[in-house]
């Protein structure tokens, strides 16, 4: 015997492509932001209080991490790295594609002077 399965009514459907559209949106618009924002100097080396150390050396002491460990840390952190990496670029390519070429140049502009 055959089941078969009710497919969302059109309402639902308007319903979830509209949140899945604001996710994406959101997530997309939370990435300029932070891009815009000044978020690359979160990366850069800073005076940090006491305590507070985020570098991999220091966990490794602190924690008396194996050199496996400290090598599976460091791979962990550089996914995330290139995770974040690929949803800017990913925001950024979307964003273009919105853009008229004027407004890409100027758009262009604005992240080369950004990265400064």
């Known amino acids: 015997m055959a089941t078969t399965v009710a497919l969302p009514r059109p309402a639902e459907r308007t319903a979830i492509v509209t949140l899945?559209?604001?996710?994406l949106c959101g997530m997309v618009a939370g990435a300029v932001v932070m891009?815009?924002?000044?978020?690359?100097?979160?990366?850069?080396?800073?005076?940090?209080?006491?305590?507070?150390?985020?570098?991999?050396?220091?966990?490794?002491s602190t924690l008396d991490l194996t050199d496996?460990?400290?090598?599976?840390?460091?791979?962990?952190?550089?996914?995330?790295?290139?995770?974040?990496?690929?949803?800017?670029a990913d925001g950024n390519s979307r964003i273009l594609q919105i853009l008229k070429p004027a407004q890409r140049i100027k758009f262009e502009q604005m992240m080369k002077d950004h990265k400064r």
């Open 68 to 88: 496996e460990q400290t090598a599976e840390l460091t791979s962990i952190l550089d996914d995330f790295a290139h995770y974040y990496d690929n949803v800017l």
């Open 20 to 23: 899945l559209l604001v996710f």
């Open 35 to 60: 891009s815009i924002s000044g978020h690359a100097s979160l990366h850069k080396t800073r005076a940090v209080p006491s305590g507070y150390s985020l570098s991999v050396d220091e966990w490794k």
